[in-house]
């Protein structure tokens, strides 16, 4: 009979373990929207016309939305936490924390999630040699504008001389 409740309780211990570990997935999942969700509306202020208003309040409900989710999965893993020891009445066991407790082990797992967003980007070298190119050939549009508007030296003068001949008639 004992060994049934050794069991039972391995398994509720195990159990509450996985869930534990899930939710650590989804903080770590809820971090990266609060990186990359402004991100995103950021980009689609820049790429469209619409009003930049109508995606500010999208980012701040957005910003809402991440927060709640992320205080609602930290409040459920210390609730289950709690039930398992008040279920098992062993008092020892003790919450563990789905962030760590440390604020500089914290940042190392903000900094590993960019480096990792970071690596998945194109080379900055070719989107820098992109924007060169870009540039060229926008100073190549622009040239040729400026060239259609500013008549050249020679045509300039024939067109002075051919105003100063009209005015001596």
Known sequence: MENKYETIYHELIQQQELIHQKNKKNIQTGIKCVIFVPLFFLALVFLTDSNKVVFLTLWIISMFAISVYLIYIEYMDFQIQELIAKITQ??????KPLLNSNIDEFETSVLDILKQWEESLPPRKNIEELLAMRRLA????LKE?????????????????????????
């Open 138 to 141: 926008l100073s190549g549009e």
């Open 145 to 169: 504008k400026l060239h259609s508007r500013i008549p050249e030296k020679g045509e300039e003068e024939q067109s002075h001389e051919k105003h100063l001949e009209n005015n001596k008639k």
């Open 90 to 95: 062993n008092k020892a066991l003790e919450t």
